[in-house]
Nanobody, 123 residues
Framework: QVQLVESGGGLVQAGGSLRLSCAAS????????MGWFRQAPGKEREFVAA????????DYTNSVKGRFTISRDNAKNTVYLQMNLLNPEDTAVYYC????????????????WGQGTQVTVSS
């Protein structure tokens, strides 16, 4: 079955770093672009970053540009989100998703989602 399992979340102080991992299984990982979204309490799920099948192109929401880096290792069926210079506004549940459409930032262009991993940034 198709699975996406996020890990690497936790509690970190403002200015710190975390690296999230998303392990994929049950499908040909390299055939799909991938993305990261996040959802803070009381807010809608928002786009964070996306990466194409081979990692040639990436997209980021403006608030994380220069701080976050999305990458993938197709040999390991894993996509990563390196998060640096974290601030309390980054606090959210982070979700990995498989992309099936051409638009990296739109949730409707993703068909499978992981359960999420909590990231909490203290001030």
């Amino acid at each position: 079955q198709v699975q996406l399992v996020e890990s690497g979340g936790g509690l970190v102080q403002a200015g710190g770093s975390l690296r999230l991992s998303c392990a994929a299984s049950g499908w040909i990982f390299s055939s799909f672009a991938m993305g990261w979204f996040r959802q803070a309490p009381g807010k809608e799920r928002e786009f964070v970053a996306a990466i194409t099948r081979t990692g040639t192109n990436t997209d980021y929401t403006n608030s994380v540009k220069g701080r976050f880096t999305i990458s993938r290792d197709n040999a390991k069926n894993t996509v990563y989100l390196q998060m640096n210079l974290l601030n309390p506004e980054d606090t959210a549940v982070y979700y990995c998703a498989r992309r099936i459409g051409p638009r990296p930032s739109l949730p409707n262009d993703y068909d499978y989602w992981g359960q999420g991993t909590q990231v909490t940034v203290s001030s």
